[in-house]
């Protein structure tokens, strides 16, 4: 098995895209964009029933992202667009919130954790940052139905327990990993040629190779 070389985690609307897809043609990375097979409509259920879809359609993503972190480390060319560490973000904050039951979160950590033995660190994290109300305007302005139909407290909830992830990936990995914070609340970043080749030189600092 190879090394994810790069995972890009962060909130929704963070700007996680807008950096998976620089690395990949700055660098030359292959992109395994998030993806979730939806064919119950569970996202849509989960924003409408969070109490009755909120397990199900989280068990869904976990499956579906840690088959995707396989096919990525399959070669040692990949970027990963969120990866199953995230996953759990959302799984303990629906624990918190009580959308889970106390059997449902046993259920889910069960599953999790034996994932979790088939899947090494990758080379490099890059956590998105950004302020809380430039993320809502983007919610806003994209306009997706799901997203907006969430709410405000939704949003607030999941930017909160997004704060201490680099805490919550030292626990996961149990020990150094490499990584890099970037602030993309400016949303003029990618318009900005010194500030995108500022962020691509401290990039290939862990990628020599692709200097």
């Known amino acids: 098995m190879g090394q994810i070389q790069i995972i890009v985690e ?16 700055r660098l030359g990375f ?3 964009p998030e993806e979730f097979r939806d064919p119950l409509d ?15 359609m989280q068990l869904n993503f976990l499956v579906t992202r840690f088959a995707q972190y396989l096919c990525a480390s399959e070669e040692d ?13 959302y799984a303990l904050m629906y624990y918190r919130d009580k959308f889970f039951k106390d059997s449902q979160l046993g259920c889910y950590l069960t599953l999790y954790d034996s994932l979790l033995r088939y ?14 109300d430039e993320i ?6 994209r306009g997706r139905p799901d997203e ?3 709410g405000v407290e939704y949003w607030r909830a999941l930017y909160d327990a997004y704060m201490p ?7 996961e990995l149990q020990g150094e990993f490499n990584y890099l914070e970037l602030d993309l609340s400016n949303p003029e970043f990618i318009h900005t040629p010194a500030m995108v080749d500022a962020f691509i030189d401290e990039v290939k600092k862990f990628f020599p190779e692709r200097a």
């Open 42 to 56: 569970l996202l849509n259920r989960f924003h409408h029933e969070k109490e009755k879809w909120a397990f199900p």
């Open 30 to 32: 292959k992109i395994m």
């Open 148 to 150: 907006i139909d969430a």
């Open 77 to 89: 060319n990949y970027i990963l667009d969120r990866s199953v560490f995230g996953d759990k973000v």
């Open 119 to 132: 899947v090494k660190p990758p080379k490099l994290l890059i956590l998105v940052r950004c302020e809380f």
């Open 165 to 171: 992830f680099l805490d919550f990936m030292k626990n």
């Open 10 to 25: 962060g909130m929704t609307a963070s700007g996680k895209s807008t950096i998976v897809n620089l690395l990949s043609e």
């Open 136 to 141: 809502m305007r983007r919610i806003h302005s």
